[in-house]
């Protein structure tokens, strides 16, 4: 109860003063992206359970002579790469945390496609509300293994405290301004996590 206290002040706040820069990047993804401004995809919350999560978009349309999308490579923008490296796309999620739907820290929320290739113990992450950040952010954000970062988000679920929240959040604002561990595509730099699992199965057998 006093996390999500914390998630609905914290997030008030915080609309109330970033309200401006918001409103100016929506009309410049406007410009530059086109519409939709925002990107809304389905990722499991609390439980498992799927909500919509929203963000800025940060990619244009664009598609190969087969009608199927380009590469996320292909497809950013220089300014989309600004938005997710300053973390500027993630503003909107902040309207998921007054929604309930998320946490100002946590567990990042990832694809519904990953669920059935998280290990028992590595499902204990959706214990706790997804967040905007979260230890594994702040300790190697995208260029971390996913080993690693799973392991960082279920010693998060066992070791929570509003004074970790707090001082996750310091060290999130903190990276941001350093470009500390900012990859603006994560798929560059390691594989989507049901490849990589499904290529040790294979070299298991």
Not at 142 to 160: I, Q
Request: hydrophobic content about 45%; aromatic content about 10%.
């Amino acid at each position: 109860m006093l996390k999500r206290i914390f998630d609905i002040f914290f997030s008030v706040i915080a609309l109330f003063f970033l309200c401006p820069i918001i409103a100016c990047l929506i009309l410049l993804v406007r410009i530059k992206l086109g519409s939709p401004v925002f990107f809304r995809q389905v990722r499991p919350g609390k439980d498992g359970k799927p909500f919509e999560m929203i963000k800025l978009r940060s990619m244009r349309d664009a598609l190969d002579e087969n009608g199927m999308p380009l590469p996320d490579s292909e497809r950013i923008t220089p300014f989309g790469r600004f938005l997710r490296a300053s973390s500027l796309d993630e503003l909107p999620e902040l309207w998921n945390v007054l929604k309930g739907n998320m946490s100002i820290v946590g567990p990042r929320p990832l694809l519904m496609e990953y669920l059935p290739f998280y290990t028992e113990n590595e499902m204990r992450r959706h214990q706790v509300r997804p967040g905007i950040t979260g230890w594994a952010q702040i300790n190697g954000r995208n260029t971390a293994a996913w080993d690693e970062r799973l392991k960082m988000d279920v010693w998060y679920v066992d070791n929570k405290s509003i004074l970790l929240d707090i001082k996750i959040i310091i060290l999130t604002i903190a990276n941001v301004f350093m470009r500390k561990g900012v990859e603006a595509d994560p798929r560059s730099v390691m594989q989507d996590l049901h490849v990589e699992r499904m290529s040790h199965e294979k070299l298991k057998g």
